[in-house]
């Protein structure tokens, strides 16, 4: 009897289960639509694996990581649906619906640490930066260089007195500084920001052993300073530094 | 196979093979067992003594009761004592069918133009349990003394559930393999070669006990389904199924053991506890089945091939929308026949509706399609009727089945309002009552906006950077237009310099025009002027005071005397036909039209 099992066995593996393969087109608005209806008759998990593949499909928009985000938050999944905010953030930072969300999510997520002892111009350049898409401000800074060029060749050609095209020249370069400052904020400080998806304590060290220095429940963001193996290095928004696994955090 | 090759190589140089006479050749065949299991195997052996290079023959002719199999040549060269002989040994593996006495004949083997024939040798197989080698599966013992041939103990058959069908009508086929009193291993899926129809895959296989004509077998039940693309009378099959069976290994000896035992090749199959295993092709019989043609009377027009019996559902949600705003349309069909081919009444994009191409699934039985329709206007009222035709095979008649139309109410579209939920109410704007307010989250969007590929940004296009470059480089030429033509302005010297050039060639085109007028004075003059006034432009000198005593002075500070001569010659020459009204001819204009020339380039690369 033996010998039929295991030839049973060896049918199952040599792909008797192979289902048909429906070849057909991807349609990633047909699909958006068809998760938009999973999502009202409550069926979150689905709609949430339905946005997901699209995104598998290589296309995304701020609505589409809203509404993912919003799927995951439905679903119970709190880290995941603050991920999803934040990245639709990059595309649609001024959405009063994203906001609200993004917020409301915080409040639900235990011990939410925000950044603290920012100083008041950092605070205004970081909201500056938040303001506006990456795209907008590039255009913005390509703007402004455009209008100091004309500024001067206004000076040059029509004689502007010096004095107006100085005061106006002066103003230019400043919003020219504050964007490329907002840039940069934009590029580097969230280059490495990660979002918690499952609850994990940050150790002393980066091994299952080490002791635990800070717990990080699911949703926080944290700043990934160094990579090892399975093991991140990460700093809290309060500063503090310990390493977590990195299964349990996803870079926005 | 392990035994096949063993070769030893005479690197000494001893009489060639071709010395060896023709009377040292001799052949004889030989087996490891006379007496063999039915299903096992015995080894035949044909040796030829005195030959190098003999070819195999084939046997499976002159063989006819076993199945014979050749495993390859096994050659031995030796000298002892400077005795020089070779041999060289055929190796096969003859199977039998049957039980019985057998006798292989007497095997005639043509090698150089001499007819060699080996003796008979007498074969008994018995059944598998013979005694001295008791089996590896001990079923069906009993009954064993029924079976005489293998093609008993293992075989297999085809059926279909009808034999009759009607196009596309989905059959039922089954293949069965029994099998008593075998060991039998690496069983694959059966092979059907349908021409003519659609198959389907293989279900999970069954396993069970049947008892036929007193044998209890082991049966392995193999399903599938066909449906017929073609009428009239079509054959299926045979179909074959690939195995292999064990046995454990019998007593043989081979002419060359005792290398085999130096080699340690016995202990290689000492380790596999001696169980010899046979490949096997097994092949059912044909069968017939008759395709009839679906009828033609009371055929609905929107009949697609759908040929069983089916359910079939529609269900659309929501169905109050707004215009603008997509519902889902989910068709299930349910039931038996051929699923696969079926097509589903998807809708058509009209003037109500923009639809998007239909998503199919099909598992278990069930095929569902879900399509996405927007209601373009808020007219729209309902999801017209689905209708599916199929032809139901119990009562031999067409059916139709219809779905809705479905009731949908479509509002007007509303300007996108965002939801406000004010987190710390205004001063001022306090409502006069303590009012609680439920939160949650903002539903979600309902179009996916921009859609574009992860990983694309303004700031990384080719078009952005060309921007970029291009207002920089437009800056940058607008700046040095600008500063020449201000120096052009200001500074009357580079403006002058600048125009020599272009004056004087204006000049020099005027002057050649003279000289096919033949027009001595006027060419000279012409010359004259435009020579005096290119170096007054060029020195900076009012054209009127130009003399060759000036400019020869202002050469030599740049140490041009040579110039300053030439420029003198052409000066005199000039006022020689100028004022002395001396003849020249053409020959001459030209030369000295030439040497201005020259002295105009000359003077140009002159820096400054």
């Not at chain 2, 082991?218 to 073609?230: A, D, I, W």
Request: some cysteine; aromatic content about 10%.
């Amino acid at each position: 009897m033996k010998f039929f099992r295991i030839f049973v066995f060896v049918c199952f593996v040599t792909g008797i289960l192979v289902s048909p393969v429906w070849a057909e087109v991807f349609n990633p608005t047909a699909k958006f639509y068809t998760a938009g209806v999973q999502y009202k008759d409550g069926r979150y998990a689905e709609a949430a694996a339905s946005y997901e593949e699209i995104l598998a499909n290589g296309l995304r928009s701020g609505e589409l990581y809203y509404n993912l985000g919003n799927s995951y938050f439905k679903s119970g999944q709190l880290g995941k649906a603050i991920l999803n905010y934040e990245r639709a953030k990059r595309f649609m930072p001024r959405d009063g619906d994203l906001k609200s969300n993004d917020e409301f999510a915080r409040t639900q997520v235990q011990g939410f640490i925000d950044g603290q002892g920012k100083s008041f111009l950092e605070k205004i350049l970081a909201n500056y930066a938040d303001y506006f898409t990456a795209d907008e401000l590039a255009l913005g800074l390509l703007f402004l260089g455009g209008l100091m060029g004309c500024v001067y060749l206004l000076k040059l050609f029509f004689h502007w007195p010096s004095r107006i095209s100085f005061a106006v020249m002066a103003v230019l370069l400043l919003l020219a500084v504050v964007q490329i400052t907002a840039l940069v904020i934009k590029f580097s400080a969230q280059e490495n920001l990660a979002v918690i998806i499952q609850s994990v304590d940050a150790k002393f060290e980066p091994t299952a052993k080490g002791s635990v220095h800070f717990s990080l429940p699911e949703g926080n963001k944290v700043t990934v300073l160094e990579q090892r193996s399975d093991w991140a290095k990460i700093q809290r928004l309060d500063g503090k530094i310990g390493w977590a696994e990195k299964k349990s955090l996803e870079k926005i | 196979m392990k035994r096949a090759v063993c070769l030893i190589i005479v690197l000494l140089f001893y009489p060639t093979p071709n010395q060896v006479s023709a009377q040292d050749v001799s052949f004889e065949a030989s087996v490891d067992t006379k007496q063999v299991q039915l299903g096992a195997s015995l080894q035949l052996t044909l040796t030829f003594t005195g030959v190098q290079n003999v070819p195999a023959p084939d046997l499976s002719q002159a063989i006819a009761d076993f199945d014979v199999q050749y495993l390859g040549p096994s050659t031995r060269i030796s000298i002892v004592n400077g005795q020089y002989s070779s041999m060289v040994a055929h190796i096969y593996v003859l199977s039998p069918n049957k039980i019985g006495k057998f006798q292989i004949p007497p095997l005639s083997v043509n090698i150089s133009g001499q007819t060699l024939t080996s003796e008979p040798i007498d074969i008994e197989v018995v059944d598998t349990p013979v005694s001295h080698a008791p089996p590896l599966s001990s079923q069906g013992q009993e009954d064993s003394q029924n079976i005489a041939s293998l093609d008993d103990k293992i075989f297999l058959t085809l059926e279909a559930g009808k034999k009759q069908a009607y196009l596309h009508e989905k059959i039922s086929v089954t293949v069965k393999l029994f099998v008593t009193g075998l060991s039998v291993r690496d069983i694959q899926l059966p092979e059907l070669k349908p021409f003519g129809f659609e198959a389907d895959q293989w279900s999970r296989p069954q396993q069970y006990t049947q008892t036929v004509g007193g044998i209890q077998y082991q049966v392995v039940e193999f399903n599938t389904f066909l449906s017929p693309t073609r009428t009239g009378p079509l054959e299926v099959g045979p179909a074959k199924l690939m195995c292999s069976l064990l046995f454990r290994r019998s007593q043989r000896r081979s002419p060359f053991d005792h290398f085999d035992d130096m080699l340690g090749g016995d202990l290689f199959e000492d380790f596999f506890g001696g169980v010899q295993k046979r490949d096997m092709v097994l092949q059912s019989a044909n069968l017939n089945v008759d395709v009839l043609e679906l009828p033609e009377e009371n055929k609905p027009k929107d009949f697609s091939g759908a040929v069983g019996q089916f359910e079939f559902k529609a269900q659309a949600s929501p169905n109050q929308v707004k215009a603008g705003d997509p519902i889902t349309l989910r068709l299930t069909i349910q039931g038996e026949g051929n699923l696969k081919s079926v097509q589903l009444p998807a809708i058509k994009e009209d003037e109500n509706f923009k639809v998007y191409d239909p998503q199919v699934k099909e598992e278990n039985g069930t095929k569902v399609l879900e399509q996405v329709l927007i209601p373009k206007t808020e007219k729209v009222t309902e999801i017209p009727a689905l209708n599916f035709s199929y032809f139901d095979t119990q009562s031999l008649s067409y059916k139709t089945i219809a779905q809705g139309p479905f009731p949908i109410e479509v509002a007007k579209p509303e300007a996108t309002e965002t939801f406000k939920i004010v987190e710390t109410p205004q001063e001022g704007m306090k409502s006069p009552l303590a009012e609680s307010l439920g939160r949650d989250i903002v539903f979600i969007k309902e179009h996916p906006g921009n859609l574009r590929p992860i990983g694309s940004h303004v700031y990384k296009s080719f078009l952005f950077w060309c921007l970029v470059i291009f207002s920089l480089v437009g800056f940058a030429v607008t700046l040095v237009v600008f500063h020449r033509q201000q120096r052009l302005k200001t500074d009357v010297v580079y403006a002058r310099r600048l125009k020599a050039p272009l004056a004087a060639k204006k000049g020099l085109a005027a002057a050649q025009k003279l000289i096919e007028k033949e027009d001595p004075r006027e060419f000279y003059d012409g010359l004259f002027q435009t020579l005096k006034e290119y170096l007054g432009h060029k020195f900076h000198l009012p054209a009127g005071t130009i003399s060759v005593v000036e400019i020869s002075q202002l050469l030599k500070a740049k140490r041009q005397e040579a110039l300053s001569e030439k420029i003198k010659s052409i000066f005199d020459e000039c006022e020689m036909v100028r004022y002395a009204s001396a003849t020249v001819d053409k020959t001459k204009m030209k030369e000295i039209f030439q040497k201005t020339q020259e002295i105009i380039d000359a003077l140009e690369r002159v820096n400054g």
